[in-house]
């Protein structure tokens, strides 16, 4: 599996910007998909955005398009690989738990993004977004 560690969660007025942050290293095979989901008190998890392991494919969730872009940078040795997450125009409905996933994938599916939980395999522990209004 792969190690994730999410970084950047905090406390931000209605109409701010954030920037989460999600490390990932180890896993076999290394190739992996990466994704962002959320998940508020009382609420399901929600898929919030996912990059394919290329960098070329991207998909956002109805509640934030246009408002966040995910982008990742793959380490030329593949150890430690690294996925952001920019949200703006930030609303108290965007208060969650973040998280960060990883979905093993292939070199034939390197340009594949994975929009359901069930398709990732690896998570990393949360940080927690809270917008205030």
């Known amino acids: 599996q792969v190690r994730l560690v999410e970084s950047g969660g905090g406390l931000v007025q209605a109409g701010g910007s954030l920037r989460l942050s999600c490390a990932a290293s180890g896993g076999t095979p290394s190739m992996y998909a990466m994704g962002w989901f959320r998940q508020a008190p009382g609420k399901e998890r929600e898929f919030v955005a996912g990059?394919?392991?290329?960098?070329?494919?991207?998909?956002?969730?109805?509640s934030v398009k246009g408002r966040v872009t995910i982008s990742r940078d793959n380490a030329r040795d593949n150890a430690k690989n690294t996925m952001h997450l920019e949200m703006n125009s930030l609303k108290p409905e965007d208060t969650a738990i973040y998280s960060c996933?990883?979905?093993?994938?292939?070199?034939?599916?390197?340009?594949?993004?994975?929009?359901?939980?069930?398709?990732?395999?690896?998570w990393g522990q949360g940080t927690q977004v809270t917008v205030s209004s």
């Open positions: 996933a990883a979905a093993q994938t292939r070199i034939w599916n390197m340009d594949l993004v994975q929009t359901k939980a069930g398709e990732y395999t690896s």
């Open positions: 990059i394919s392991w290329s960098g070329r494919s991207t998909s956002y969730g109805e």
